[in-house]
């Protein structure tokens, strides 16, 4: 298996670290690279033709798109507990913490392209708060959920495990943790994971 992707995107570390507690880190090659919607790698675009990563190849050599689709993969192939619940209430909710987990990232990315790839003259400073605003209504919603996150491993506490780091790394100035109390306790706890560790960006000195 081949993995193709940025060690800074939010959405490689979290294939990366679902490999991991999947225990097929070992299986994929890992190809590092950098990609953007003006200026697409070749070489990625190649594998997918939307240009975007994560991208997998797998042994027989289909390719995988999304996190989402390589996320699941990896779990149906793994020899560890599924991070995917069979179905119920534990099912819906690993889901749903997901599709936030997303959905915050997104924003989180698209401010940063906003800021870093359009030209200052036409950045648009309110487009940029309203996906701010995306971002602190999910990680209220997250908070006040936090519970629900204790002792468990899933996709949803893999997502939004990655989802805290991203930010830590991305916008320190956001200081995410204040009035977060519940989230920002179960993240210090699930950062020390040995797949969150190994993967960890890394976090640009003050």
């Not at 359009?118 to 487009?127: A, D, N």
Request: with cysteine; net charge negative; hydrophobic share 40%.
């Amino acid at each position: 298996m081949e993995l193709f992707g940025s060690s800074a995107s939010p959405f490689v570390r979290k294939v990366r670290v679902m490999a991991i507690e999947a225990g097929v880190d070992t299986t994929f090659v890992w190809r590092e690279l950098s990609t953007t919607p003006i200026n697409p790698d070749l070489q990625l675009a190649e594998a997918n033709p939307l240009a975007k990563m994560p991208t997998m190849m797998t042994a027989n050599r289909q390719m995988l798109y999304d996190s989402r689709v390589i996320c699941e993969y990896l779990d149906s192939v793994g020899g560890g507990p599924t991070m995917f619940p069979d179905s119920g209430e534990l099912r819906w909710r690993a889901l749903c913490q997901q599709a936030l987990g997303d959905g915050i990232l997104d924003a989180a990315v698209s401010i940063r392209y906003e800021r870093n790839m359009r030209p200052p003259e036409k950045m648009w400073e309110g487009w940029i708060e309203g996906q701010f605003g995306k971002i602190r209504r999910g990680l209220d919603r997250v908070n006040a959920e936090a519970e629900y996150l204790n002792g468990v491993l899933d996709i949803g506490a893999i997502t939004l495990g990655c989802v805290a780091g991203y930010l830590d790394f991305r916008f320190p100035e956001e200081n995410w943790r204040e009035g977060r109390a519940a989230l920002a306790s179960w993240y210090e706890t699930f950062s020390i994971r040995k797949s969150m560790s190994s993967t960890a960006h890394v976090v640009p000195k003050p």
